[in-house]
């Protein structure tokens, strides 16, 4: 069309050009005859011809002017025209670099028979396919979806969007031309014409892969996180740097660990994990408060009524997080009830004599020694009881060491029963204990060794088949500061005093005479 209408021009020129001599010729002989008949002065006749020829002139120039006018506009609208449509067909090409040809969305367009009408760079690079593969047939989709179930059901999706259902994050993993497997995110719908036919559909797709690995690697940490917490050996908290210290997160071990269930002891719940201390002390979370302002761990144990009324011990460990610019406490509570039990039960066998449960030596060594040391500085006396039980081998020996043993037992706790809350009661070794007196002076100490052997011979054990046992006890009694400042010159005191009894005929109480300088005790 372009060279018929570059020919038409000169024809269209010179047709111009012919009529315009054409009129010209006809203007001047026709004017020229006109005035010769009309005009019969030759010179009225002259100066009309000239000013018939000026006026030819004007006539012709302005005809020339709108011509050219017209012509001038038109090419100026022409123009612009040409220039509207290339600045439109660059704003497409801008389109189709910056939106279709997007290196970060993946955009195709299918027909109604599922062939491949667009498939931009994005499409390219994610699938591996180049569009010279894919463009105008509907292989494509065995490629991207080599399992015939799976592609059966993508390419039902996309029959459905044809017929006008929209896909709104719609998800399918293709299988890329290297052999990798990526995730895309659809987002498709019906594709018109011009006059509104439905002609296909386009489908914007996103690569996911790598964020949807990312969500599965965090969902199986938090499924092994909360795994673990779950199966801690306590609870795991989370809560307010508040006074109470209210509990925003407890793991689902508080119900093994409290009898409550953690929606129970969480904020807006009907009692706080505070409620639960046993000792009002422990509410007062100043130590805590401190640590926590000083960016240090803490480390707590405490007891804790069980909703069922069980006391607890529980050991808490934390520290403080500023999570969102709110300041939180984190840790772990355990329960240490049998620890503490077993700790209990190691101090007290190391504290004991295992047959009697009295004190064992070394244990009234230290405490003896502390009462000393308490009663130097206050200037308070102190006495020391030795008893020895009299011929008590010939229980043993007689009745066995079984029936010996009961018979101690039962010795010592009447003996327990004799002496003060605050008097030490101990066994030194075999049949032999001690009685340690803090602020007792030599005359009491006799007084109460006294009643003691008194005791002690008025009771009875009685041993299988109707056999009683009956036993009497020597004493010795020595006192602080009388017969000495240390343990060990007191315990010489008591020991010596105690043979001397012995010696003099068992079932006494015997004291000696006081080596400390200027004293005097009547015997």
């Not at 389109?95 to 299918?110: A, D, G, H, K, Y």
């Not at 002609?199 to 599965?216: E, H, K, N, P, Y």
């Not at 017969?483 to 004291?511: E, F, P």
Request: hydrophobic letters at 40%; charged letters at 25%; proline letters at 3%.
């Amino acid at each position: 069309m372009t060279d018929r209408l570059k020919g038409s021009a000169p024809r269209r020129a010179l047709a111009s050009t012919l009529v315009y001599a054409a009129t010209g010729a006809a203007w001047i002989v026709l004017s020229d005859r006109l005035v010769a008949a009309l005009i019969a002065d030759p010179s009225l006749r002259s100066t009309v011809q000239t000013g018939k020829g000026w006026a030819f002139i004007g006539l012709t120039a302005a005809v020339l002017f709108i011509v050219l006018w017209r012509q001038a506009k038109s090419d100026a609208d022409s123009l612009a025209e040409s220039r509207r449509q290339q600045a439109e067909i660059a704003a497409l090409s801008n389109f189709r670099l910056s939106v279709i040809e997007t290196p970060q969305v993946w955009i195709n367009t299918v027909n109604a028979a599922g062939e491949i009408t667009l498939w931009n760079e994005a499409a390219e690079r994610i699938s591996g396919y180049c569009r010279d593969e894919v463009l105008d047939h509907a292989r494509v989709w065995e490629w991207l979806y080599p399992d015939p179930t799976y592609r059966q059901w993508v390419v039902s999706k996309a029959r459905s969007i044809i017929e006008g259902v929209e896909a709104v994050q719609l998800e399918t993993c293709i299988r890329t031309n290297n052999g990798d497997e990526r995730e895309l995110e659809w987002y498709s719908r019906q594709l018109r014409d011009a006059d509104g036919q439905v002609i296909g559909a386009v489908a914007f797709g996103i690569d996911v892969t790598l964020m949807r690995s990312t969500q599965r690697t965090l969902q199986e940490r938090e499924r092994e996180l909360s795994a673990l917490i779950d199966n801690l050996p306590g609870m795991a908290y989370r809560c307010l740097d508040d006074e109470t210290a209210t509990m925003t997160f407890i793991s689902r071990g508080c119900a093994e660990l409290t009898g409550y269930t953690d929606d129970e002891l969480t904020a807006s719940s009907h009692c706080s994990f505070w409620d639960l201390l046993v000792d009002p002390a422990d509410r007062d979370s100043y130590l805590m408060q401190q640590r926590i302002a000083s960016g240090q761990r803490f480390s707590l144990e405490y007891r804790i009524r069980r909703r069922d009324g069980e006391v607890v011990w529980v050991l808490e460990r934390g520290c403080a997080v500023v999570i969102d610019d709110q300041p939180l406490i984190e840790g772990i509570i355990l329960d240490i009830t049998e620890r503490k039990r077993m700790e209990q039960q190691l101090e007290w066998l190391a504290t004991r004599d295992q047959l009697t449960g009295l004190y064992n030596r070394r244990t009234m060594d230290e405490r003896l020694r502390d009462e000393l040391a308490r009663a130097q500085r206050y200037n308070r006396p102190v006495s020391v009881l030795w008893l020895d039980l009299d011929n008590f081998k010939r229980v043993n020996d007689h009745y066995g060491h079984q029936v010996g043993d009961e018979v101690l037992r039962h010795l010592t706790r009447r003996l327990q029963d004799a002496i003060r809350d605050n008097d030490l009661l101990a066994r030194y070794g075999g049949e032999e204990l001690i009685v340690a007196m803090p602020e007792v002076g030599l005359e009491g100490a006799l007084e109460a060794a006294e009643r003691i052997r008194g005791i002690v011979a008025r009771d009875a054990y009685d041993a299988s088949e109707g056999t009683t046992i009956r036993l009497t006890v020597s004493i010795g009694v020595a006192a602080y500061p009388e017969h000495g400042h240390d343990m060990d010159t007191l315990y010489r005191a008591a020991d010596d005093a105690m043979y001397q009894g012995k010696q003099a005929g068992r079932n006494t109480v015997h004291r000696i005479q006081p080596t400390h300088p200027g004293l005097t005790v009547p015997d």
